[in-house]
């Protein structure tokens, strides 16, 4: 059975890698950042992606921080459609995070 390394120096790389490590999710990432905000359905016709995939990785990124909803699922929707907008700062501050961590990018840059 294979074994699984997990380095302990990079367990804060975690979320950048659940964010930046999946096609789809780095598709649409670039997608809502050439694009702004758009519906699952946008993204999904925008990227050539069913909608049940966008949906699926919008709710990810966005249980990572990395893209927002408005309105929130906190508030009572009632038929409105979703937009996903991307987090900038948090993407670049991921980016920078992989950057550091891959030793192409200093601490301070």
């Excluded at 890698?17 to 050439?34: H, S």
């Excluded at 919008?58 to 249980?63: F, G, M, S």
């Excluded at 937009?83 to 995070?97: F, I, K, S, T």
Aim: net charge neutral; glycine share 12%.
């Amino acid at each position: 059975m294979p074994r699984y390394a997990h380095p302990k120096t990079t367990a804060h790389l975690e979320p950048v890698i659940n964010a930046f490590g999946n096609l789809t999710r780095v598709a649409i990432i670039g997608f809502l950042a050439q694009n702004g905000p758009a519906t699952r359905g946008e993204v999904a016709a925008g990227l050539n992606i069913g909608v049940a995939t966008a949906k699926h990785n919008l709710q990810l990124l966005t249980d990572e921080g990395i893209t927002t909803q408005d309105p929130p699922a906190t508030e009572e929707r009632n038929g409105m459609r979703v937009q996903y907008l991307l987090a900038r700062d948090e993407v670049q501050r991921r980016y920078r995070l992989l950057g550091e961590a891959l030793g192409v990018v200093s601490g301070g840059e």
